[in-house]
């Protein structure tokens, strides 16, 4: 996992949190398994991008991309 990626499942665990939602509910709003989403929760898989951002959707967030220069990315 890239540097960026290992930090969106505490960027999606501090805004389940926020709005107390529990990993079930999340699950049952996306149609991710539990299972799924609970590995990605515990950083130990990497989630498809467009699930990742059907969750945050769900929290009234997005990404958005900004250039950043190529030898801070690697």
Do not use: Q
């Not at 805004?15 to 130990?44: H, K, Q, V």
């Not at 699930?51 to 958005?64: H, N, Q």
């Amino acid at each position: 996992m890239t540097k960026c990626a290992s930090a969106w499942p505490a960027v999606l665990r501090d805004l389940m949190r926020e709005t107390n939602t529990s990993e079930r509910e999340l699950a049952s709003l996306t149609g991710l398994s539990r299972s799924t989403l609970r590995r990605f929760l515990l950083n130990e898989t990497s989630m498809r991008i467009d699930d990742f951002e059907l969750c945050l959707a769900l929290f009234g967030v997005e990404l958005d991309a900004h250039p950043i220069p190529i030898e801070e990315a690697v």
